[in-house]
């Protein structure tokens, strides 16, 4: 009997263990992503030879249910030439401007390039509910409304 | 070895190791930036600070003269007081677009001075296959004279104290009338705003009087964060007479509506005309082009905590 005991006390603590482990890990994982968010974007151009496309600017806003995207889409006739992919975790927009862009004297290849479209991969800083996403269109800028994939409970005050 | 005050020193011996290396002002890595804006600064700060303090030779203590410098290309007498216009990257890019109009539309403003100072990046922009440094000074001396301070970079933080008073310092040798700052001022619903408000302020009573007289808004309560803040300061020391315009603006997307606003207003001040069509007509065109500019003062922005322009300042009355 005291054997059969002593080998259950050792399962209870290996158990014990590697939950310790998974809280562990758990919480330098959440330490190493907040340490890399930390860092400044790495630069990157805002065009692209290959695709024909520019990356507009974006700004993402947060309230408690939602998250709110604006985009700046100069050069966009109207909500038909905007096309918006949203998944839980990214949005990506691909817009067609108005006329092709060249800029002659500008930079040493991009000079010969004609831009069509603009195009913005966003990754969201929480999961949303695509289904429930609302988009408008006003002076040039797209507000996209995305509502954050979250469980709210109601805690009762019971004294 | 001159040494930012954040910056490690090992990075500095990295980069430097024994060479001479008098007059280097060395700014801080963006990485180094980034810990030190977040919450592990407490971790590396005071490790930092020590070394630097441990091995930094006495610190800066160059003067603004020595660390800025205006250069002049030629000698331009002004017949009368000039006025001064500066556009430098702030909010929604306002000063900065309407400067550029502003060179587009008279053709006699020209280049005058290039501000140069080992406090800037290594930066030199090509215009016309012809290069010169970020930050000008153009002058115009038919009619009023005039003269229009321009960044083409935004302002590092760490140099806005030291650009506001060498420029204060070589303008007072101009004994310039009026000082106009072009500004912007971020507001959240700029979306439903179709012709945005411009307010004022004004460093002195002849400042604050003009503004009234112009019958334009003065900006009553709040707060401006940035080299206009500085430069506001600088010339209310000496007493002289500087007015911050302020167009409400889109915080960090470019706003030709707004510098058009800012630009009639100069015109209201100045009574001079100045055409405002060309530049609503492009400013499609100059949104998609300034956005890389508006990326990088949005970034400075973002270490000047500017959004807390939005809050109300604390003391009542």
Redesign the interface.
């Known amino acids: 009997m005291p054997e059969k005991r002593e080998i259950s006390k050792r399962k209870f603590d290996f158990e014990k263990i590697i939950e310790h482990f998974e809280l562990m890990r758990r919480r330098m994982e959440e330490t190493i992503n ?2 890399f968010e ?3 974007e790495p630069f990157k151009p ?1 065009w692209n030879c290959e695709t024909r496309c ?4 974006h ?1 993402i806003d947060e309230t408690k249910g939602e998250l709110i995207v ?1 985009v ?1 889409l ?2 966009v006739k109207d909500k038909s030439k905007i096309e918006i992919d949203a998944v839980e975790d990214h949005v990506e927009i691909m817009a067609i401007l108005d006329k092709p ?1 060249k ?1 002659e ?1 500008w930079g040493t290849t991009q000079r010969e390039i004609e831009f069509e479209r603009l195009h913005k991969f966003i990754k969201l800083p929480e999961r949303i509910n695509p289904e429930e996403a609302k988009a408008e269109f ?4 797209l ?1 996209l409304r995305l509502p954050k994939k979250l469980t709210t409970y109601k805690v009762e005050i019971t004294d | 070895m001159k040494i930012d005050q954040r910056m490690p020193v090992w990075a500095a011996k990295n980069i430097y190791g024994n060479r001479d290396t008098k007059n280097v002002v060395i700014h801080l890595h963006p990485v180094g930036r980034a810990l030190l804006a977040k919450k592990l600064r407490f971790l590396l700060g005071p490790f930092i600070i020590y070394l630097i303090e441990k091995k930094s030779l006495g610190g800066n203590n160059l003067s603004t003269e020595e660390l800025i410098e205006i250069h002049e290309i030629e000698k331009i007498d002004f017949p009368e007081p000039p006025n001064v216009l500066i556009g430098v990257p702030d909010v929604g890019l306002v000063g900065i677009i309407s400067a550029s109009h502003l060179v587009t539309i008279f053709e006699d403003l020209r280049e005058y001075a290039h501000v140069e100072s080992s406090l800037f990046p290594p930066v030199v922009v090509v215009h016309k296959g012809k290069p010169s440094p970020p930050i000008r000074i153009y002058a115009s001396t038919k009619d009023t004279p005039l003269l229009l301070i321009v960044s083409e970079i935004p302002i590092p933080p760490d140099s806005i104290h030291e650009l506001s008073e060498a420029l204060v310092n070589w303008l007072e040798q101009k004994n310039p009338n009026y000082i106009i700052s072009l500004g912007g001022v971020g507001v959240p619903n700029r979306l439903e705003i179709e012709k945005p408000l411009v307010f004022a302020i004004g460093s002195n009573e002849k400042a604050e009087s003009i503004i009234n007289e112009k019958k334009i808004e003065i900006f009553e309560e709040g707060m401006i964060i940035g080299p206009y803040a500085a430069l506001m300061h600088c010339f209310q020391k000496r007493d002289m007479i500087n007015i911050a315009l302020l167009a409400q603006s889109h915080m960090k997307y470019p706003d030709p509506g707004a510098a058009a606003s800012i630009l009639e207003a100069v015109g209201t001040i100045l009574d001079v005309e100045i055409d405002i069509d060309a530049l609503l007509q492009r400013a499609e065109e100059i949104r998609l082009r300034t956005r890389d500019l508006m990326r990088d003062t949005g970034r400075t922005m973002d270490q000047m905590q500017k959004e807390r322009e939005y809050q109300v300042p604390a003391f009542y009355g």
């Open positions: 907040k340490f930390s860092f400044p805002s520019l990356e507009p600017l700004h604006t700046d100069p050069l862009v800029w004297r006003k002076s040039g800028i507000t």
